[in-house]
């Protein structure tokens, strides 16, 4: 992107706000308060801060990190906001993020990582995690389409993204679990679906933080080349977990991914 081009982003950004909502944060923190950075986690489209306060909030608070989940503009306990856009759910993310006690570490799941993806431009991450990221394109949307075709062609004119039990989860989840947590599914706003066609390119990060992209190879709606192609992006390779969901935060082994994401944070100077 040119300095022109950003500019008039800039510009855009500034003549045109993204009009302020309530925002539901669940958060979970240490009993003992150890100088770590927060995590902000960030769920994909039609979930909300639920998925994440099911299994990883509290796993991360045992493991030292403060642990925070948002629900983005019209999902979950947030308010309503059938005409949000991608640029209003960045927005959201880096004013929680701002109103943290630390520099956090922003962590995406699917179409929230491409959310963490472009609020990277705007706040000063201590590093970032992708999550089985959905990163838009028409390869995402064909895959989607051949594996669940009633539940995804609705959203192609508009309508509700409806996804699978057999595209979030893997068969070790208890049908129970499975059938309660898709219950719980919302809609995201319709412009920021149609944005996912386009694959929307991010600024740079604000000061180039690390990133980690991890997901399943078993994942039925990111396939693995995007795992792949989405970690080049970030000058690594995908961390996999195979067997696993989509949704590998309430998957049946959810446990290892958040532990693997923890582990790295103390490696990184992200964890110090």
């Known amino acids: 992107m040119s300095a022109s081009q950003l500019r008039i982003m800039r510009g855009r950004e500034w003549s045109r706000p993204v009009r302020p909502a309530r925002r539901e944060v669940l958060s979970a923190v240490p009993q003992l308060e150890e100088g770590r950075p927060p995590l902000l986690f960030v769920p994909g489209f039609g979930h909300g801060a639920w998925a994440f306060a099911e299994h990883w909030l509290g796993h991360a608070a045992s493991r030292g990190f403060p642990a925070y989940a948002v629900s983005l503009r019209g999902h979950g ?12 759910y960045a927005h959201d993310v880096v004013q929680v993020a701002a109103g943290l006690p630390r520099q956090a570490v922003l962590v995406g799941h699917g179409a929230g990582a491409l959310v963490v993806a472009h609020a990277l431009a705007r706040y000063p991450a201590r590093g970032a995690v992708l999550v089985a990221p959905v990163f838009g394109g028409w390869g995402v949307l064909g895959a989607a389409l051949r594996r669940n075709p009633a539940g995804t062609l609705p959203a192609v004119f508009g309508g509700p993204l409806r996804l699978s039990r057999g595209q979030l989860f893997s068969r070790e989840l208890p049908d129970e679990e499975a059938r309660r947590y898709v219950g719980r599914l919302g809609r995201a706003g319709r412009r920021a679906q149609w944005a996912l066609l386009g694959e929307p390119e991010a600024e740079p990060a604000v000061g180039a ?4 992209v991890l997901g399943s190879p ?55």
């Open 209 to 212: 933080p690390p990133v980690l």
């Open 218 to 272: 078993d994942d039925r709606v990111v396939p693995a080349s995007t795992l792949t192609r989405v970690a080049r992006r970030y000058g690594s390779a995908p961390l996999l977990f195979p067997g696993m969901g989509h949704d590998v935060m309430l998957d049946a082994r959810w446990a290892e991914p958040i532990d693997a994401i923890l582990d790295w944070l103390e490696k990184e100077p992200a964890g110090h």
């Open 77 to 88: 306990g947030s308010e309503p906001a059938p005409e949000a856009t991608l640029r209003a």
